[in-house]
Structures are given as structure tokens and as C-alpha cells.
């Protein structure tokens, strides 16, 4: 019988040579920005304590949580007769101590309550790894995916927020993606339902609203009243959440609306420094807008939310975060304010893949590929080539003598702009022939200027 076709778990990817030159210029890209503000580099395991990871993330981050099985006899102590689905959660939490890390801020917030002594605040740290969630796979969404997080933390200043909105704005203008900055606050929201008299439901009605992109205001607005909230708190609460015009019309319409809740008010007078801050900057080509809709449905965030929207292709959310008060709190170190906010790089990869702007020089594995005649000719080329990559262009020889159309081919499917010839006639009059690629054009130069031939094509 023959062997079932080798395949992967849903919602990952393998990636091919063409894909990954693609994924580390964003990587790259968003690295340099994350440097150039004086960001540091972190990583942490991709599997926490599973008490680190639950009660995190709310009730549905919590069953989106991957779970390792412990190792050996898992079921070593456990009364068979726990084991059922309506048992679920509870018989995880004894045959699973450790889970796949969900997102990167819970893992920083352990990071600095387990190193805080040997760490200098405010703290600011970048790190780009991978996590997991189990979500039902689909466009745009997958069970393995990577997160590049930008957090600073021991510090409650807003132009913490100001910094983080410059970052975003300089990643998606140097990616080349048209993109739309939306605001909102925490505080906003719970000065919203304090003044429809639901402050108790915050979290349902905080969760509602974040699904407002996906499933529109009418299936929010009944799950709010599945969730217990009055008709007449939905009714009051419709033009809060649709409130339109500028955002300093907005935040004046809401000083009146919510002029009975204090939280609410600390929350308007955040966003009006934060815009204020932006005003004064020059050359911010993001649109930055208060969204009254946005949630963010994570409990940890207290203040600033953000969520970054691509302009050009319908897509979820392709940058989020927002500040969180006392995150370390949950780990025993109270007070600790941070911000941050999260690039998905993997939406970024589709939305750029689907707007075809990724750089044309990223396909190309090698600048010169030197054509082999022979062993003699390879030998004569191997220098050549150690001091082309000495300089530092990429250079490689075709391994086999073959026939020139197959060396060729080989060039031309992995992009290599130029082949380097180098024969019989070429060697004794220290010569090498150039082929661009691109052109069909060949000239013959003497083999002393190939590096100024390259450097001067390449530039």
C-alpha cells in the first residue's frame, strides 16, 4: 500500500526560498525601525507554564490556547471517570502544565517580573517570534503565525503612545503600505457603559464592539442583548459607538456625552494630548482617527488602543496593541504601566503579496552566477568569486558542467541578473563575458574590473 502523502497541521505553512526573502524583508524592515527608537531584543521559550497563559486573555483567549500534554503517563492519577468533554477545562489543567504561547505581551510581562533587577526603566524591548493560537483556520487568519512587538514599559507618559504611532507610520511608509491608524480608549469605553448604566457587563459589551468590522452593528447589538444588556442601554449607546467628523469634534461631542463619568473624562483628555503631540510632527503620512468602535477585545489593556487597518485591501487588523496598567501585576509586581503594540507580519505578507510591492530584487538568490566549462574553468573562476563576495556581492558557480542552456535556465529562474562566462579564450586573455539577463546584452571586460562592472550595474 502506499504511504499517505506527507501534509501539515491546518493553519500552518511551510515556507519556500522565494516566500522567506519576502518574509525577512519585512522582518528587516520593521527591525530597523524598531532600532532606530532605541528598542532592545528579547526572546522568550514558545511554551510558558500554563498558569502564566490562562485568565489572560479572557474566556475566548483561553480556549484558543494550545495545550502540551505533560510527558510520560499523563494520565497518571486522574479518576477515569473525570475524563469527558463536559470536563474539559478542568481535567486540561491536571494532564497539560505547559501551553504554546498565545501572544508575546503576557510572556513580556513575565520576562520583567522574573528579571526585573537586572533590567533598566523604563524598558523598552522588541521581540519577533511566533506564536499560536487554535482558531479555525482561514484567509488572513492562522494557527501559527508570527507577532514583531514593540513594548515599552515602567513609564506612563503618553508620548509613549506618540512614539509607538511614529513607528507605525515609518514601517508601513518604508513597506510601501497605505494604511489608516485608528484610536481609542479604554477609559472611553468604560465611561460608555457607566453611562448607560451597564459598568457590570464591561467585558461583554467591550467584546460585542470588537466584532463591529466583522459581523456589522446588528449582530452586535444583539449580542448585546443576549448578554443581558437593556434595549434601552443599546439604544444609547448607537450614536457613541457611530459618532462621526474629526477627531476633535468627536472628543468634544463625547466631553458632553460622557460627562457624568470620570474615567471616561481621563480617557478624552489622553486622546486629546495624544493628537495634540501628532499636530506638531511633520511629514506623518498615516491617517490617525479616533474610532469610537474599536475595543480591543483583550482584558489586560487599561488605556491607548490601537488597531491599523491596510487602505488598499479588505483585511483584518495588520497592526494592534494598546496600554496596560498593571499586566505584571498578575505575576506580583504591581504598577508597572507599559504600551506596545504588535505587527502581524503574516497579514502584512498577504497584503503586500496581493498589491504586488514587494522589491523585484528580493527574488534574486545570487547578483552573478559564474557559467562552469570545466574543472579548469571552475578553478580559474574560484578566486574571482571569493573576492566578489569578499565585497560583499552575492556570487555563486554552477556546480556541474552541463550544457549552457540548462546553466542558463537555472539563472534565469532564480532571478540572477547576471551570468558571468569564462572560457578557453576568455582565460587566456584574462577576459570574462557578461550576459544581463534582463537585456540579452553581452560585453566582454578585462577580469580586473569585474568588481567595478558589478558594483557600478548593481548600484
Same mark, same amino acid.
Given at each position: 500500500?502506499?504511504?499517505?502523502?506527507?501534509?501539515?497541521?491546518?493553519?500552518?505553512?511551510?515556507?519556500?526560498?522565494?516566500?522567506?526573502?519576502?518574509?525577512?524583508?519585512?522582518?528587516?524592515?520593521?527591525?530597523?525601525?524598531?532600532?532606530?527608537?532605541?528598542?532592545?531584543?528579547?526572546?522568550?521559550?514558545?511554551?510558558?507554564?500554563?498558569?502564566?497563559?490562562?485568565?489572560?486573555?479572557?474566556?475566548?483567549?483561553?480556549?484558543?490556547?494550545?495545550?502540551?500534554?505533560?510527558?510520560?503517563?499523563?494520565?497518571?492519577?486522574?479518576?477515569?471517570?473525570?475524563?469527558?468533554?463536559?470536563?474539559?477545562?478542568?481535567?486540561?489543567?491536571?494532564?497539560?502544565?505547559?501551553?504554546?504561547?498565545?501572544?508575546?505581551?503576557?510572556?513580556?510581562?513575565?520576562?520583567?517580573?522574573?528579571?526585573?533587577?537586572?533590567i533598566t526603566f523604563p524598558f523598552k524591548r522588541y521581540q519577533i517570534q511566533p506564536v499560536w493560537r487554535a482558531?479555525?483556520?482561514?484567509?488572513?487568519?492562522?494557527?501559527?503565525?508570527?507577532?514583531?512587538?514593540?513594548?515599552?514599559?515602567?513609564?506612563?507618559?503618553?508620548?509613549?503612545?506618540?512614539?509607538?504611532?511614529?513607528?507605525?507610520?515609518?514601517?508601513?511608509?518604508?513597506?510601501?503600505?497605505?494604511?489608516?491608524?485608528?484610536?481609542?480608549?479604554?477609559?472611553?469605553?468604560?465611561?460608555?457603559?457607566?453611562?448607560?448604566?451597564?459598568?457590570?457587563?464591561?467585558?461583554?459589551?467591550?467584546?460585542?464592539?470588537?466584532?463591529?468590522?466583522?459581523?456589522?452593528?446588528?449582530?452586535?447589538?444583539?449580542?448585546?442583548?443576549?448578554?443581558?444588556?437593556?434595549?434601552?442601554?443599546?439604544?444609547?449607546?448607537?450614536?457613541?459607538?457611530?459618532?462621526?467628523?474629526?477627531?476633535?469634534?468627536?472628543?468634544?461631542?463625547?466631553?458632553?456625552?460622557?460627562?457624568?463619568?470620570?474615567?471616561?473624562?481621563? +480617557?478624552?483628555? @489622553?486622546?486629546?494630548?495624544?493628537?495634540?503631540? *501628532?499636530?506638531?510632527?511633520?511629514? $506623518?503620512?498615516?491617517?490617525? /482617527? %479616533?474610532?469610537?468602535?474599536?475595543?480591543?477585545?483583550?482584558?489586560?489593556?487599561?488605556?491607548?488602543?490601537?488597531?491599523?487597518?491596510?487602505?488598499?485591501?479588505?483585511?483584518?487588523?495588520?497592526?494592534?496593541?494598546?496600554?496596560?496598567?498593571?499586566?505584571?501585576?498578575?505575576?506580583?509586581?504591581?504598577?508597572?504601566?507599559?504600551?506596545?503594540?504588535?505587527?502581524?507580519?503574516?497579514?502584512?505578507?498577504?497584503?503586500?503579496?496581493?498589491?504586488?510591492?514587494?522589491?523585484?530584487?528580493?527574488?534574486?538568490?545570487?547578483?552573478?552566477?559564474?557559467?562552469?566549462? +570545466?574543472?579548469? @574553468?571552475?578553478?580559474?573562476?574560484?578566486?574571482? *568569486?571569493?573576492?566578489?563576495?569578499? $565585497?560583499?556581492?552575492?556570487? /555563486? %558557480?554552477?556546480?556541474?558542467?552541463?550544457?549552457?542552456?540548462?546553466?542558463?535556465?537555472?539563472?534565469?529562474?532564480?532571478?540572477?541578473?547576471?551570468?558571468?562566462?569564462?572560457?578557453?579564450s576568455e582565460m587566456q586573455k584574462g577576459e570574462i563575458s557578461i550576459k544581463n539577463m534582463s537585456t540579452g546584452?553581452?560585453?566582454?571586460?578585462?577580469?580586473?574590473?569585474?568588481?567595478?562592472?558589478?558594483?557600478?550595474?548593481?548600484?
Amino acid at each position: 500500500m502506499a504511504s499517505a502523502k506527507p501534509s501539515i497541521p491546518k493553519g500552518t505553512r511551510d515556507f519556500s526560498p522565494i516566500e522567506m526573502a519576502k518574509r525577512n524583508h519585512i522582518f528587516d524592515t520593521i527591525k530597523s525601525v524598531f532600532k532606530t527608537y532605541g528598542y532592545q531584543p528579547i526572546e522568550t521559550p514558545a511554551m510558558e507554564t500554563l498558569s502564566t497563559l490562562l485568565g489572560k486573555y479572557g474566556d475566548e483567549g483561553d480556549r484558543l490556547l494550545f495545550k502540551i500534554l505533560n510527558s510520560g503517563d499523563f494520565t497518571k492519577g486522574i479518576d477515569p471517570s473525570s475524563i469527558s468533554s463536559d470536563n474539559a477545562n478542568a481535567l486540561s489543567t491536571q494532564i497539560c502544565e505547559k501551553g504554546l504561547r498565545y501572544d508575546l505581551t503576557v510572556p513580556f510581562a513575565r520576562f520583567v517580573v522574573q528579571y526585573r533587577n537586572g533590567i533598566t526603566f523604563p524598558f523598552k524591548r522588541y521581540q519577533i517570534q511566533p506564536v499560536w493560537r487554535a482558531d479555525r483556520p482561514q484567509k488572513g487568519r492562522y494557527r501559527e503565525f508570527y507577532q514583531c512587538d514593540v513594548d515599552v514599559i515602567g513609564s506612563n507618559s503618553l508620548l509613549n503612545e506618540v512614539e509607538l504611532i511614529l513607528i507605525i507610520d515609518e514601517v508601513f511608509r518604508k513597506l510601501g503600505v497605505n494604511n489608516t491608524i485608528k484610536l481609542n480608549n479604554r477609559k472611553i469605553l468604560s465611561g460608555m457603559v457607566q453611562v448607560v448604566g451597564e459598568a457590570e457587563r464591561l467585558i461583554d459589551i467591550t467584546v460585542a464592539i470588537d466584532k463591529i468590522d466583522k459581523i456589522g452593528i446588528e449582530a452586535v447589538n444583539r449580542e448585546f442583548a443576549e448578554k443581558g444588556v437593556s434595549q434601552k442601554a443599546i439604544g444609547q449607546l448607537q450614536p457613541i459607538i457611530l459618532l462621526q467628523g474629526t477627531n476633535n469634534e468627536k472628543l468634544d461631542l463625547l466631553t458632553t456625552a460622557l460627562a457624568t463619568s470620570e474615567v471616561g473624562l481621563a +480617557g478624552i483628555e @489622553e486622546m486629546r494630548s495624544i493628537f495634540k503631540n *501628532l499636530e506638531s510632527i511633520e511629514g $506623518l503620512t498615516t491617517t490617525v /482617527e %479616533l474610532d469610537l468602535s474599536l475595543a480591543r477585545g483583550l482584558n489586560y489593556y487599561t488605556g491607548s488602543i490601537f488597531e491599523v487597518k491596510a487602505n488598499d485591501m479588505a483585511m483584518g487588523s495588520i497592526c494592534g496593541g494598546g496600554r496596560y496598567d498593571d499586566l505584571t501585576g498578575i505575576f506580583g509586581l504591581k504598577d508597572m504601566s507599559g504600551v506596545g503594540v504588535s505587527f502581524g507580519a503574516d497579514r502584512i505578507y498577504d497584503v503586500m503579496e496581493h498589491l504586488n510591492i514587494f522589491p523585484e530584487s528580493l527574488l534574486a538568490s545570487s547578483q552573478v552566477m559564474f557559467a562552469n566549462f +570545466g574543472e579548469k @574553468e571552475a578553478v580559474y573562476c574560484l578566486p574571482i *568569486l571569493h573576492k566578489l563576495r569578499s $565585497l560583499g556581492v552575492s556570487a /555563486e %558557480l554552477y556546480p556541474d558542467s552541463v550544457k549552457m542552456k540548462k546553466q542558463f535556465n537555472y539563472a534565469h529562474k532564480k532571478n540572477i541578473q547576471f551570468v558571468a562566462i569564462v572560457g578557453e579564450s576568455e582565460m587566456q586573455k584574462g577576459e570574462i563575458s557578461i550576459k544581463n539577463m534582463s537585456t540579452g546584452e553581452q560585453e566582454t571586460i578585462n577580469k580586473q574590473d569585474i568588481q567595478n562592472f558589478l558594483q557600478r550595474e548593481l548600484s
